[in-house]
């Protein structure tokens, strides 16, 4: 079965190159535009893992975190955190309080992306001998 990767970030270009690059690696990918929305798409089809950004409009990368750990249907959703800057919270805090499994500090490698998805689902890519 094909794993679904929620992409979620205000910023087209990320959103875009990111997902090219997971699409390649095999995933299905939905893109948000930003936490509202995320979280409504969530609701609708879980996917298996999701990518946020921290500060966006409407409903940012922790208010997003903060929905996703209180709802039972939810909470063990992986989340991998996206920053824009050397972030004022350090990362051990942001994923004991946030359940972040992994942060990923921008600009980033889409490459490194797919790696860090992979790394979370447990996703071995076979390679040519």
Known sequence: MIKKVLLCDDEIHILRAAEIKVSR?????????????????????????????????RCDGFELSRRIRNDPAF???????????????????????????????????????VRRIDQILGVVHATAS
């Open 25 to 57: 690696a095999g995933y299905a990918v939905r893109i948000a535009h930003d936490g509202q929305e995320a979280w409504e798409f969530i609701q609708q089809d879980r996917p298996d893992v999701l990518v946020t950004d921290v500060q966006m409009p």
């Open 75 to 113: 909470k063990d959703l992986p989340i991998l955190m996206l920053t824009a800057k050397g972030f004022e919270l350090a990362h051990q805090e942001m994923m004991e309080k946030w359940g972040i499994v992994a942060i990923l500090a921008k600009p980033f490698s889409p490459r490194e992306l």
